[in-house]
């Protein structure tokens, strides 16, 4: 596993519509799949690095901080 999230496509009219399931309030729109998928990630993306921030503001001062990497 490394860094993939499964993409939930469906189609509702011309337009595509995406969401993941693993990163809650991620969704993507596009007239196109592709588009519609860039979209999702744009937002995972987004959704993620916003939580890093707001996580790490709660740190102690004194905790250590380490970088862990899965997959």
């Known amino acids: ?3 993939e999230f499964t993409a ?3 189609r509702d009219g011309e337009w595509f519509i995406a969401y993941c399931a693993e990163v ?3 969704n993507g729109q596009g007239r196109t799949r ?3 998928l860039s979209s999702l990630r744009e937002a995972i ?3 993620l690095a916003y939580r890093r921030e707001e996580s790490l503001r709660a740190v102690p001062p004194g905790a250590e901080q380490e970088l862990v990497t899965v997959g």
């Open 1 to 3: 596993m490394r860094n």
């Open 34 to 36: 592709e588009e519609c």
């Open 8 to 10: 939930i496509v469906e």
């Open 24 to 26: 809650p309030g991620a």
């Open 45 to 47: 993306s987004l959704i």
